[in-house]
Every structure is written in structure tokens, then in C-alpha cells.
């Protein structure tokens, strides 16, 4: 097996001189694999997003330590554009889109912005022309001539990835990827980033607090819990352990538990 | 009709300028205070070569590439560092550019009054009655300029990532748009606009160190109309040219700057934010 | 360690204490004595300088009171302010005005000059409650131009002169005739104003602006009227440059409408960005940098036998200007309280580097 595509290692993240949002963690994902990376609010999921992308705020934000390997090369330090042109495509949390342009420009940016990209023609992954994205998406056919403000949650999240899709991607990393959608919507996301995986072999990283979600369509999965990493696994294994479920999952074995076997306290005690 | 081709020659000239205080405050929320002493000092280098006998095709793009390398340096120099700041410091660094300018031309150009001979001259017929050949000349150039700026803007593909820039840097730096680049490159446009609505008010006018006060007619028409708002800056423009033309026909010509400030303060009273701007109101206080 | 620094808070001496550095003026032996060579020195400045020198210090102590003003809107509470000149130009014509035909006194004038620029302010204030940083500056600016009108209507119509002329003014009888007499007398005044600013910023007041600065959605959840923080960093701050700018009109004793133009708002933007936003001692830092600058960089020319006619110094002087403030921005930002507080900092913890804990400088 060949040196996976991105390389995590060691990671720690300082805020302001004073907290550390990542410390320790360690994760690598191979090429073509779908890798979940889950944990509860302020586990350091965004963080060790924006480390890997390069949009950490320079002044406060540092890394103190370790290193990110992406296809070989070291990244940490890297401009974000640098990182978004190497593949590397995040679709954020919030802030998908531009509201004041239209599908079609929002798409066009993309593709305008990494035509000098093209000398990576050798990783094409198809999907990187306007048609193609139509195709696969027809609903944003429909409304090529909207202002991106006016598309439903769903729309916006499809729109948000066919222009990840168009920067030539090798690996795309979704931020929340069904935050504030419905149930179905959130199904219907999940899905089509495990069909682009299956059809293009493209690489993806979720980043989600939905843990069951994730599992479902992830191979490996790591759960970080403030800062580190506390389980990893191919998702099947995850899915049956007992903690992962007890915590993660929401499900309980055996009789009532009292008050010192809640959550909280037996989590602190447990792994520190 | 005289009125009409003189409102819109001013109108030209300050809608010129404006677009280019507008497109680098979208780009790079800074309000560049500089704009009307770069204008000069263009105007001063494009005279000069004139002046010095330079065949007209060489002085031209000698003096469109000046204004380029202008903005080339000013963004690179000065702001491509306060780029993340808080507005406040970008628009003292234009202040102080603004100061440093004036100073240059001082050293360079000491206080003299110039003007920008063309083969432009003389008077024409225009719907009936005798107007100045340079003035309609000023107006369909200036006017020819905005509209280039506007088509750069709105129709080609640099204008669709000064755009995206100008909505959110971050998102377009995710999507592989290098945000420096393009930065600097409304830099450059503005500036070169900058130069431009110099020369032209120096065809009809004087060039000489308080010219630059169009700078500041143009920044209120900016403010009229809406800082953020391309749109916005035409009308200001409008309004600043009118008032100006109006105060001083039928008062005295000191007070052409009293109307367009008077103007501001009004529109400041109920839209501070202009005409087409964006509101930028706190909702909570 | 126990010799140099102070906190002003006791603790038991058996937990292991971290003293930080304040600028409090409870200080340890050592301290005292830099105080006192301090004092003696600006006492004694008079005897060394030509009385041209004098007027200068005079003209920067003045600065001093306007710079600590602007830098307590600006720096602290974080409402950018482009009508330091309307405020000065206030100050100004009211105690010009006010002596015109007759001879009030002194601390009469001062006072209605200062209550004056506070109502001035507290107009200014009211359309900027809602507005972002941009829009404030802008609002000032209309007050400016508003203003700079206003005076030019009083000075054209009303007085139908070219200016102003006030008369000597007297404290108690102690006439301030000369600029040694000024300058006792400013000295005097101005360290008055820092020992208050300082002060100010270590109060309720003062602290409510800067948390309104900082953050005004979480000052209004911790019960901070926002409004009211920024209406009075705007009256005080005001009163305070407008009593700057009469004291001003009778130093120099003539007030015309031109000198209250807008490159004398840059020009003390330029002195708390030069001597750093926020801190006091930037702002007096900052003053005198700037007052001093021009004829310093002549002296500078002189010395170095460097020659230069009329309008290509004064081109210098503006591109130096320039150059200054955009350096500044550039590259200290914190300006020159900044550049003190390292040269201090550095020379305090020697032979130590940094320290663990460090105070979060604003």
C-alpha cells in the first residue's frame, strides 16, 4: 500500500498563546478512501481543518508542532491558495457560497480561478467542465441564472460541492457537510459524496458531528474528543464497540445507570 | 446644451475617479483618500512628457504604464500589509500615501500649473449652439473609461473574481483564487483610472497641486452614492457635478465645494451609509 | 525581584506570585527616584533651550492635551474621529468670541469652552450610536466640514475680520505674559490631564469603553449601556480637545478659521498613531514627536550641512511625513509607547528573555 494521501502528524494547534485546540493528533488518509473525522462542538474539528488548509489566522493561531504531509510534499505554512490549488478543497461550515453571484459565476469562479491548474491534467478527475457539473447536478441547471442567495439549504450544500468538484480536486474535505438540513437532504448529501467517491475514486474527509451519519458511509473513522484523538477504526469495528456506542451513538446496554456512571463524569475518568 | 456637455464632462471626470475609490474599497475595504493626489501626479507625468516633446503614441502608453507601475507599488509597498487589519489603519496608510505623494510633487513639479495640450482646441456645433471641442472630448473619453471599467467589472473573468473577492475573501481563497493577485490588480486598475480622469480633467482645466481636490469631490461622491456600490458612485457623481455646477452659476464659485458638502450632510443625516450602499447599521444599540 | 515591581494586589507570600508591571504610580523606591530626576529635568528644561525651543514645548504640551483627547476616542474607545479639528476650532473661536469686547476670566472662558465642545460632541455622538467604524469617521467628517463652515460664516459675517485677537489671560492675577510662564503654567496643566486619562481608563468609565470597543454585544449582555459608553467617550473627549483648543487660542493669541482645517486632524491622527493608540503614553509620546518633527529634521539638515531651497524642504517635509506614518503603521502599529515598553520590558527581565505570563498589551 503506497504512502497514504494525506498525512497528519502529531498535530497541536495554539490559540492566542493559551489554548491548545489540537494536541497529538495523528491521522492519515489514504488515496480513494472516505475518512470520517467526528467529535462533539469544540473537539478541534475546524481547527485541524483550517491547519490542514492553511486558513489558520497567522497572528495568534500557531501550529507549535508536528507536520501535515499532502502527496509528499510538507504543508504546514503553505498560503491557501497554495493548498487549494495543490487539491487540497474544503467546503466550509458556513459561507458556502457567494450570495451575490449567481450558480452559474459561483461555479465559473471556480473553474476561472484554477485554470492555471491545468498542468495537472495527469489527476483529472473528470467532472471539471460546466456540463459535466450540469449533468451530474441538474437541479443547479435549473437555476443557473439565480443569485445563490435564493437556493434552499440543499441546493447551496450541492452548489457548495459541484464547485469543489470544478478546482480539480484530490482531496475534498466537507466541513458539516448536513448542518441546519433536514433528515432527507442530509441522506441525500451523504450519499452523492459516497457516489462521487465510488465514481471518480475522489478522496474525501468528513468532518461532522452526525457520528451514525458518518459511519455509515466512511471506511475509517476517528473520533476526536477536545483536541485528541480518542478512537480510530474501520467504521464496522466503531459502530460495534461499546463506548462509541454509549457516547457517540446514544445507546446503552444493561440496567439504568445512576448518577456517577453519567457521561460526563465517567468520560473525564475514563481517558485522562 | 453648453450646461448639459459641462455637467457631463465633470460628471465624467469624477465618476472615473469614484469607480476607482469604489472598486478598491470592495476589493480591499480600504478608503483610499490618496486617489485625487495620484491622479495628479499622473496628470503631471503625462503633461511633462507632452511637454518635452514626446510624440503623442509614446506618451500615452508611457503614461498608462506609469500609472500602472503606480499601482503596482502602492499595493505592494503600502497595503498588500493591512490587508487583514482593522479598516481604520488601511485608510490612514492612504493618508499618509496621500501626504507623501503631495510632497513628491512638490520636489518634482514645485508648484507649477500645467495643462495638457491636445489637438483638442477650439469649438463645434453641437445641437445648435458653440461648445469647446476639448470639453466633449473630456466627456466621451471619461465616459468611454467608466465604461470600461464597469464592462472589466461586470463581464470578464477578472471582473467575476474581483467580485467574488469583494464578497468574501476567504471563500475565494478556498476556491483557489489568488486573492493577492487580484487585489493588486484593482489596485492597479483604480489607480490607472485614477491617472486617466487627471489627464482628462487636464485637457479642460489646470493642473496644479490643489487640483487634487478632485479626489475629495469624488470621495463625497463615493460617500452620496454608496461606498460599496458601483452603481451607487454614478449617481453621486451626478449629484456632486450638478450641485457643483448650480452653486456656482447662480452663487459665487467659492462655494462649489459647499453644495456637493452640504449634499453629504444631508444624505449622512438619513443614509450614512449612501444612496446604494449597503446598510451597515448596528440594530441592537 | 521584590525591589522593582509592585501589583497592586497582596497576595499570601507562601502561593508562588507573578508580579506584572503596571504603570502605577505606587512604585518601590527606584521608581521614586527616576520620578523625581523626571521632574526636576522638565523643571529645569527652561535654562538649557533657546526660548524658540520654549515656545515649542509650550506649542507641544498643548498637543499633549489634544493627543491624550483623540487617543481616548480613538485608540481606547474605538470610534474613529476626523474632527479633531472641528473640536479644536470649537475651543477656540468660543474663547475668541467670548473676549472680543470684554476680558472675562481666564478659567471662565476654559470652562464654557469646554462645556461647549462637550455639547458638541454629544451632537456628533447621537447619529453614531448605530454605526460601524467606517460610517463614524465618515459622520465626524461631516462635522468637520459642518463646523469649518460655521466658523467661516462667524469669522466673514459676525466679526467681518480676518480673525481674532485675545487678550493676555491671568490666573489670580499671575499674568502668563511670557512663554516661561506658559510653560510652567502648561506643564502644570497637562500632567493634570494624564494623571486624569490614566485615571479615566482605570475607572468604571474608562473600562466600560474599552469593553464597548472590544466587544459591544457582550458589554450590553454584562449590563453596559452601549449607547451611554459611547455618548460620553465622545463628551469627554471632546470638552477635553475643545479645552485644548482655547487654551491653544490664547497661547498663540489669535484664532483664524483656516488653521482648523483637515490636515490639523491628520496631523494629530498622525501624533497617536506615531506614539501608539491606546496608551497614554503614546499620546504624549506622539505630541511631542510630532510637534518637534519640522524643525528638527531642519536643525537635522543643517547640522549635516545638507541644503535644500524652500519648496523642495517642504516637499521633503511632506514626504517624510508620509513615509512616517505609513512606516508606522506598517511596522509598529503599537507605535513608540510600544518601542519604550520593549526597551523597558527587555531591560527589566534581564537576564530572562520573555516571561511566562504576559501582559496583553491593547
Known sequence: MSEPLLFVENLEVVYGHAVRAVQGVSFSVDEGAIVGLVGLNGAGKTTTIRAISGFLPTESVKVTDGQIRFAGQFIVGWHPYQTARAGIS?????????????????????????????????????????????????????????????????????????????????????????????????????????????????TVLIVDQDVLGVLSIAEYCYILEQGHVVFDGRSADLLQHGDVQEFYLGKAEGEERGYRNVKQYRRVRRWY | MLALVTILATWGVYALLGCGIVLIYRTSRVLNIAQGELAIMLAYCLATAIRSQLPLYLALPASLAAGAAAGIIVYWICLRRVMGEPPFVGLMVTVGLAIAVHGIMIIFFGGRFMTIDLFVAGSMQLGGTSVSKTDVFVLVGSWLSVGLVFLTYRLTKLGLLMRSV??????????????????????????????????????RAVIALATAIIGIKALIACLIGGMDSMRGVLIGAFLVAGSEFVASRYFETRYALLAPIVLLLIVLAFRPWGLFGTAEEIRRV | MRSISTSSTRVPSSLPVRRIHTFALRRGWFQWCWLLIGIAFLLFVPAIVTTFWLHLLNMALIAVIGAIGLNLLTGNARLVSLGQAAFLGAGGFAAGLMTVNHEPPFLLVLLVATIIGGALGFIVAIPSLRLRVLYVAVT?????????????????????????????????????????????????????????????????????????????LAAESLGISVSRAKISAFVVTSAMVSF???????????????????????????????????????????????????????????????????????????????????????????????????????????????????????
Open chain 3, 140 to 216: 465626524t467628517l461631516a462635522l468637520h466640514f459642518a463646523v469649518s463652515l460655521s466658523l467661516n460664516m462667524i469669522q466673514a459675517y459676525v466679526l467681518d475680520s480676518s480673525g481674532m485677537v485675545l487678550p493676555i489671560p491671568a490666573i489670580f492675577g499671575f499674568e502668563l505674559s511670557s512663554p516661561l510662564r506658559w510653560y510652567y503654567t502648561l506643564l502644570v496643566i497637562s500632567t493634570g490631564i494624564v494623571i486624569a486619562a490614566l485615571n479615566l481608563l482605570r475607572s468604571f468609565v474608562g473600562r466600560r469603553w474599552v469593553a464597548v470597543a472590544d466587544h459591544d
Open chain 1, 90 to 202: 474544503v467546503v466550509p461550515e458556513r459561507d458556502k457560497v457567494f450570495n451575490t453571484l449567481t450558480v452559474q459565476e459561483n461555479l465559473e469562479v471556480a473553474l476561472a480561478a484554477t485554470m492555471q491548474a491545468k498542468e495537472r491534467s495527469g489527476q483529472r478527475k473528470g467532472y471539471s467542465t460546466l456540463t459535466e457539473i450540469y449533468e451530474l447536478f441538474p437541479s443547479l441547471r435549473a437555476r443557473a441564472k439565480k443569485d445563490a442567495i435564493y437556493l434552499s439549504g440543499g441546493e447551496r450544500q450541492m452548489l457548495a460541492i459541484a464547485a469543489t468538484l470544478l478546482t480539480n480536486p484530490r482531496i475534498i474535505i466537507v466541513d458539516e457537510a448536513a448542518l441546519g438540513l433536514a433528515p432527507i437532504i442530509r441522506q441525500q448529501v451523504l450519499d452523492l459524496l459516497q457516489d462521487l467517491n465510488k465514481k471518480l475514486g475522489l
Open chain 2, 166 to 203: 469583494a464578497e468574501n475573501v476567504t471563500l475565494s481563497a478556498q476556491r483557489g483564487v489568488n486573492v493577492d493577485r487580484i487585489v493588486g490588480l484593482s489596485w492597479v486598475i483604480a489607480i490607472m483610472a485614477a491617472g486617466a480622469a487627471g489627464s482628462f480633467h487636464g485637457v
Open chain 3, 244 to 362: 485644548a483648543g482655547a487654551l491653544q487660542g490664547y497661547y498663540l493669541g489669535t484664532v483664524t478659521f483656516e488653521y482648523y482645517n483637515l490636515g490639523l486632524a491628520i496631523t494629530y491622527l498622525a501624533m497617536i498613531i506615531v506614539g501608539g493608540m491606546g496608551r497614554v503614553l503614546g499620546s504624549v509620546c506622539g505630541a511631542v514627536f510630532i510637534t518637534l518633527l519640522p524643525y528638527s529634521i531642519e536643525k537635522l539638515m543643517h547640522v549635516l550641512g545638507i541644503g535644500a531651497e524652500g519648496s523642495t524642504l517642504s516637499g521633503l517635509h511632506e514626504v517624510l511625513y508620509g513615509v512616517l506614518i505609513i512606516g508606522f503603521l506598517l511596522f509598529e502599529p503599537r507605535g513608540l509607547a510600544e518601542i519604550w515598553r520593549r526597551i523597558k520590558t527587555a531591560a527589566l527581565d534581564w537576564p530572562f528573555r520573555y516571561r511566562a505570563v504576559q501582559r496583553i498589551q491593547r
